[in-house]
Nanobody
């Protein structure tokens, strides 16, 4: 199983960019689909983006399509979320997640592999 740790969060102005990274330790990173979720205060956690085992398949929430890009490096065992055109509604705690499957379970938040502790992103308007 993998253990996950996010980094790269912070405070950014609306319209700006931010890059989140997730470092995985443990065994079998390339056997896991990876993704990101976020949770704003008072709201439920929501799916943001996911990427398949080899990096050729991706999924995005409609709210971030065209603004966010997910990628992975199976040599460095990292997954990255490049965020641009940030809006105040992108504010929240962002969590890295891993799962052996790469189906609709990601849209439903049904991810059973591993979760990181999260990193805070705050977008000021």
């Amino acid at each position: 199983q993998v253990q996950l740790l996010e980094s790269g969060g912070g405070l950014v102005q609306a319209g700006g960019s931010l890059r989140l990274s997730c470092a995985a330790t443990g065994y079998g990173f390339d056997k896991y689909a990876m993704g990101w979720f976020r949770q704003a205060p008072g709201k439920e956690r929501e799916f943001v983006a996911a990427i398949g085992w080899s990096g050729t398949g991706t999924k995005y929430a409609d709210s971030v399509k065209g603004r966010f890009t997910i990628s992975r490096d199976n040599v460095k065992n990292t997954v990255t979320l490049q965020m641009s055109g940030l809006k105040s509604e992108d504010t929240g705690k962002y969590y890295c997640a891993a799962d052996l499957g790469f189906g609709d379970n990601w849209y439903e938040g049904d991810v059973l592999g591993a979760w990181g502790p999260g990193t805070q992103v705050t977008v000021s308007s």
